[in-house]
């Protein structure tokens, strides 16, 4: 399921058009179902203004829901899409790449689901892999070191050279 957040807010800024209580409710009626799920979480999507709520949300959302997957990306904002034309106004303050290894760290922080965990983040760090619960620890410790050490400029100038997703 492309749910991108689990935070209401967020949800309603990028018009989703369900609220969090409808996610939960669906991913409620698939568990019962027996049929295997996934949530994806839209790292960046919330901009500065909410990044934490965004992440901390998600996390209890996608924890109580229990995918089988959680998937993350980064946000890229690309020539004629309406966010990208929302941040030239200034009506939305994309993250930094530093700020987006630290809302990550927080997603799986608040992250308590075992799960596959997979990520695609400009980092290039590889964090993806079952048995995120076992691997929690080491993946806090990856972001720590990238937000820490990471070359953002360069992670800045490959996020801005994608074309596609």
Known sequence: MGSESGDDWTLNRVNKK????DISEQ?????EAGI???LCFLNGVAGKE???DHAIHSAELFSRC?????GTGGLTLFPGTPL???AERGEFTPLTEK?????????VEHLTCDCYFNTHHTSGLYLSG???????DKIIKALEEAIEHGDMDALTAMRRNKRTL
């Open 18 to 21: 369900c609220s969090s209580a």
């Open 27 to 31: 991913c409620a009626k698939l568990t």
């Open 36 to 38: 295997d799920f996934w």
């Open 50 to 52: 909410h990044s934490m």
């Open 66 to 70: 229990r995918p089988i997957l959680v």
């Open 84 to 86: 990208l034309e929302e």
């Open 99 to 107: 700020e987006m290894l630290m809302e990550l760290k927080v997603f």
């Open 130 to 136: 079952p048995d995120f619960l076992k691997r929690k």
